[in-house]
T-cell receptor, first 119, second 112 residues
Framework: AQTVTQSQPEMSVQEAETVTLSCTYD???????LFWYKQPPSRQMILVIRQEAYKQQNATENRFSVNFQKAAKSFSLKISDSQLGDAAMYFCAYRSRWAGGTSYGKLTFGQGTILTVHP | KAGVTQTPRYLIKTRGQQVTLSCSPI?????VSWYQQTPGQGLQFLFEYFSETQRNKGNFPGRFSGRQFSNSRSEMNVSTLELGDSALYLC???????????FGQGTRLTVV
């Protein structure tokens, strides 16, 4: 079974600064997706960025980028030029792309990291 | 395109009752998955449906069940509610079972 670990329960950053959230995962599969989701106080889960395991190039979405290290099974999220609206709980998630696997169809989440942005 | 819609947003039920939650996925999406979120256990997978078939199920008791209709809308049912079932229930839809998932706003269930 796959597991996702976020070792930082809480992080804080000053507005306009850069912060990196860590995520490691464990899987024996080679084809999968990794995601970062943001959950603000409204509780709406918002997709921030996705990474396909077969792509070596790190994904980027505006101020958000990832550092995907497949061999190390590491998937960190970098937020540049942090804004007050970035304050939220961030979840790292894994989704298998292999139809033969027992985890097919499910998202496996880490425990989450609470990000606080100071003005 | 409209997003994922979950109804109701809030529910208060008494122990022993049953409850049905509804999820309407994004148009064209055929996969719907459900998650329970609690402070203690985090986000846990309940089940996933694709084209009206349950394709995967999490480690929850049989009191938790679900179904998906031909229009991809999904419902989950919890019977004989327990205090521990109090949680935020999130529904996610995706085009297929292995693509990115988009979430609804959730249903906050409180069991008293």
């Amino acid at each position: 079974a796959q597991t996702v670990t976020q070792s930082q329960p809480e992080m804080s950053v000053q507005e306009a600064e850069t912060v990196t959230l860590s995520c490691t995962y464990d899987t024996s599969e080679s084809d999968y997706y990794l995601f970062w989701y943001k959950q603000p106080p409204s509780r709406q889960m918002i997709l921030v960025i996705r990474q396909e395991a077969y792509k070596q190039q790190n994904a980027t979405e505006n101020r958000f980028s990832v550092n995907f290290q497949k061999a190390a099974k590491s998937f960190s999220l970098k937020i540049s030029d942090s804004q007050l609206g970035d304050a939220a709980m961030y979840f790292c998630a894994y989704r298998s792309r292999w139809a033969g696997g027992t985890s097919y169809g499910k998202l496996t989440f880490g425990q989450g990291t609470i990000l606080t942005v100071h003005p | 395109k409209a997003g994922v819609t979950q109804t109701p947003r809030y529910l208060i039920k008494t122990r022993g009752q049953q409850v049905t939650l509804s999820c309407s996925p994004i148009s064209g999406h055929r996969s719907v998955s459900w998650y329970q979120q609690t402070p203690g256990q985090g986000l846990q997978f309940l089940f996933e449906y694709f084209s009206e078939t349950q394709r995967n199920k999490g480690n929850f008791p049989g009191r938790f069940s679900g179904r998906q209709f031909s229009n991809s809308r999904s419902e989950m049912n919890v019977s004989t509610l327990e205090l521990g079932d109090s949680a935020l229930y999130l529904c996610a839809s995706s085009e297929t079972e292995n693509t990115e998932a988009f979430f609804g706003q959730g249903t906050r269930l409180t069991v008293v």
